[in-house]
C-alpha cells in the first residue's frame, strides 16, 4: 500500500535524510561546476585580451602609414583666394601667389521654343571636346567668325534621340542620363519662345569647348548643330559662358591651367583657386606639420602602455593573498608579453631611416615596462630628421634612385638593403604606319577602323572629310578611339601622334598587356598595307640578385627571396645597376603584423579559445551524466526509504494488533 507521505510510518525525517545524503553525492558535480565557472572566467580574460590587442592593432595600423610621419601643413595667407593642401613629397617654403583669372566652363544656349513637349525630331547628337583658335567673338549673339576648333582627343561622346524623347525635355533628360560630360537644363526667358536648352559643360578649360554634330532630322540639326570653326549660320548655339583657363602667377612665374584646382605648379601641392587677386599676390606657406608626427609618436605609447597594462593586469600575481590573476601562467599571455618585448627591445634594421630605436627620439620603457617620451627630445629629433621619424614606425623604402619608387611590401618582405638591376624598360604597345596617312575620308569607304586596344575590341567611324594636316588627322583618330564606350569602361586609351605624315597609335597602358593593331576599311588609308604592330613589354631585372617579376612599370621581390613581395616603380632611367633600395619595418608596422598573426583564424587566442570552448563541452556533459545519476540515486533512495516506512507501518499495525489481542487475553482472565 502507498503511503501519503513520506516518513509517515516510520516517524523518520525522510526528506532531510534524503537531502543530506544527495548534498553529499553532488560534490562532484560541485566540482564540474567549480571547474566551468574557472574556464568561463578564462575565457572573459581571453576575450578582454582580445579587445585590447584589437584595439593597440587599430592604433598601430595607422601608424604604420608612411604618411603619418611626413604630413606637411600648408597655410594661405588669404583663405577667401586661395585653399591648398600637400603631400609628403612637397618642399617646405613660401609661395607667393596672383590669381589673374579663374577657370570656367562653356555654356551654350539654344533659340528658344515655344513648348518644351513639343516634337523636334530624331537623330544622334556627336559631342567632340577641344579648343576654339582665333577668329574674333561676337558676345551679342555668342558666335564665332573666322576661327577654327581643334579637338582635344580625349573621345568623343554621342546621345541618340528617339522617339522616345524627341522634345526638348527629352533631349535635355537624355543628355543627363548619357552622363557625357556635358549637363542640361532648360531655362525659361520669359519671352514668346521661351524654352532655351542651356548646356554647360563639366570640365573647366578652354580645351574643353563644345563642337556638336547631327545626324537625323532637320529640326534637331537645326537646333543642336555647332561648330564654333564654321560661319556662323553653322552655329546653332549661342555662346553664354566662355571657357577660359585658370591664370595664375607663382613666385612672379605665370602659368595657365584648365582647372582651378591645380596639383602641377607647386611640387606636391594642390591650390584650390576661390577667387581673383589680379595686383596684390597672397602667401602660400607650406611647413611640415610637427605637431601630428608628435601626436602620432605619443598615439603610439599610448595604445603600447594600453595593451602592457592589460596583459599585466590579465596575467598578475598577489604574493600578499597569494592569488593570481586569471590568466596568470597562461601560456599564451606569456607568449604575446615575449614576443611584444621581443619587438621593442629589437632595433629596426634595413637602413631606411638614420633611427633604429625609438629611445633616440625620446621614447623609453620604464621600470614598470610601460613607454614614456621625452617630449623636448622628441621635438629636437622631429625638427632635426623629420623624414626619419617615419623609418621607426612604418614599413618605409628608400631607393638611391631618384627615377626609382618604393610602391609597397608584404608580410614577407625582409629588412635590409637590396641591390637593383634593371634590364628591360616597359614600353607600351602600339601600331605605327607602313607609310603617310591619306588626309581624305570617305564615308563608307574608308572611315572605319576595328580596333583592339589592351584586349578590348571595338569598331570606331572617323569624321569624313579632307583634313588640313595629319596632325588633325591624327587628333581625330585619338577622339574617336578614346571616344568608344568599350575602351572607357575598360579604363584603356590611345595617344595617336605623326611624323612626316606617319601615324603612331599607343596604348596609354604599359606592360604585356598592352597592344593595339588596326584593321577595318580605313586601315590602308590611315596606316597602309603592313602597319607595325609591337606588343607592349613589362619592366625587367633582378632585385638583390634574384629574378624578379615585372607587371607593366612594376618590378616585384620573387617568392622565397628576403626581398619577396618588395615593389618597385621603375617609370624610366637606364639599364642596368639602379643602386639599392633599402626597407625597414618600423615599431608600429611589426605589431600589426604580430597582432595579425595573434588575432588570426590560426593564432595562439583562437586555439586556446577553441581548447577552453572544448573543455566547457566536455564538463557540460560530465554535468549532465552526474545530473542523471544523482536523479538515479535519489529515486533509489526514496524507493528505500519506501519500503522501510511501508515495512515499519506495517511492524507498528502488528504491533498495535498484538497489544489488543494480549489485552483481550488478560481481560478473560
Known sequence: MDLSSPGIGSNLDVNGIVSKLMSLEQKPLVALAQREASFQAKLSAIGSLKGALSSFQSSVKGLSDISKFQ????????????????????????????VTKLAQAQKLASAGQASASAVIGNGTLTFDFGTILGGTFD???????GAAFTSNGSGVKTVTIDATGNTLSGIRDAINKANIGVSATIVNDGSASPNRLVLTEASTGKTNSVKISVTGDAALSGLLAHDPGAAPAGQALSETVTAQNADIKVDGI?????SNMITDVIPG???????TNAGSPTNVSVARDTASVITAVNQFVSAYNLVNSTLNELSAYNPTTKQGAVLNGDSAVRNIQSQIRGILNTPVAGGAGIFTQLSEIGVTVQKDGTLAADST????????????IAGLFAAVGKATDSLVTYSGSTANTKSG????????????????GQAAAGLTITAGSNDTLQVLLDGVSASVTLTAGTYATAAALATEVQSKINGAAGFVSAGSAVTVTQSAGIINISSNRYGSASNVSVTGNGQVNLLGAAPTATAGADVAGTINGVAAAGSGQTLTGATGNNAEGLKLLIASGALGARGTVNFSKGYAYQFDKMSDTILGADGPLNARTDGINASLKSIAQ????????????????RAQFTALDLMMSNMTKT??????QLSSLSNLR
Open 71 to 98: 604630413a606637411l601643413r600648408v597655410t594661405p595667407a588669404d583663405t577667401t583666394i586661395v585653399s591648398a593642401s600637400a603631400a609628403a613629397t612637397a618642399m617646405p617654403g613660401t609661395y607667393a601667389l596672383e
Open 139 to 145: 558676345p551679342v549673339a555668342g558666335k564665332y567668325t
Open 254 to 258: 605665370a602659368a595657365s591651367k584648365s
Open 269 to 275: 601641392v594642390t591650390l584650390n583657386l576661390l577667387k
Open 377 to 388: 627630445k622628441l621635438q629636437a629629433a622631429v625638427d632635426k630628421n623629420f623624414n626619419d
Open 417 to 432: 638593403a637590396y641591390a637593383l638591376n634593371v634590364t628591360q624598360l616597359a614600353t607600351t604597345g602600339k601600331t605605327v
Open 622 to 637: 560530465d554535468k549532465q551524466r552526474v545530473s542523471d545519476r544523482l536523479t538515479a540515486i535519489e529515486k533509489r533512495y
Open 655 to 660: 504491533s498495535s494488533f498484538l497489544t489488543q
